[in-house]
């Protein structure tokens, strides 16, 4: 699971501008301990999609998706799949790769490890119960300063998986600025030849219904913008 032939890290591209402190916690170090970010592959991004399922916003990026016939990664949190079973099962259904945010959105550098199991596990039930299939990738929540929540998630057999690619998708109102954003960093990364992981939130950890039309308009754009020329994956396709 440690084998560096698919952990990639890849240097900080950037930090995101704006004045939310989330954007503080960006993941451009290996000081994190070993997890996949996104490996050497020309031409491939893979948007993910985090703090959801949301009831008011999932059901139209799901239907954006198959719109541009492309497959994503959902990290959800327990919390909100299991008050939205039927909405996990939709996402599952439609082909999409589901993963493991946490129960509650804590952040785990703060938490023992007895928390971050629970937290963990705890979610894993719940996917697996509802989705109906194994849940093999974690993303941890602020993306984790301390290298304990990936340990742990990978004692229970997941993959941890960062990004490289995220802008303050969360709280900006501007879909075009969002995406904006995010395709000078995606073209610096295709640039130099490295696939890219892109972090949208279709949900809110605060909020299980957050306003979250910006980040569907900006995965909108950005699907009409690469779809021809470049290929979207799913987070497990780089893995061997
Ligand atoms: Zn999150």
Redesign the pocket.
């Known amino acids: 699971m440690a084998s560096l032939g698919w952990i990639v890290g890849v240097g900080a591209v950037g930090l995101a501008a704006g004045g939310c402190a989330y954007a503080a916690m960006w993941p451009g170090s290996r000081i994190f301990g070993d997890a996949l970010i996104a490996p050497r592959r020309r031409g491939e991004l893979a948007l993910t999609f ?2 959801g399922p949301n009831p008011a916003w999932t059901p139209r990026l799901l239907e954006i998706l198959a719109s541009h016939n492309v497959h994503a990664t959902f990290f959800l949190l327990g919390s909100h799949a299991q008050a939205e079973p039927e909405l996990v099962r939709r996402i599952a259904a439609a082909g999409h790769l589901i993963g493991n ?1 946490s129960w509650s ?1 804590p952040n785990l550098a703060l938490s023992g490890r007895a928390r971050i199991r629970a937290e963990l596990t705890q979610t894993c039930d719940v996917l697996e119960q509802v989705a109906g299939m194994q849940v093999r990738y974690f993303r941890p ?1 602020f993306g984790a300063r301390r290298p304990a929540a990936l340990a742990v998630a990978r004692e229970l057999g997941m993959v941890p998986v960062l990004w490289n690619a995220m802008t303050s998708d969360w709280c900006d109102p501007s879909g075009e600025r969002i995406a904006a954003r995010l395709m000078a960093r995606i073209d610096r990364l295709l640039k130099r030849g490295w696939a890219a992981n892109i972090v949208l939130h279709d949900g809110g ?1 605060l909020d299980a219904a957050a306003y979250r039309a910006p980040s569907l308009a900006a995965a909108g754009l950005m699907l009409g913008h690469y779809k021809r020329s470049h290929r979207f994956v799913t987070v497990d396709t780089w893995v061997a």
């Open positions: 985090d703090d945010h959105h929540p950890h």
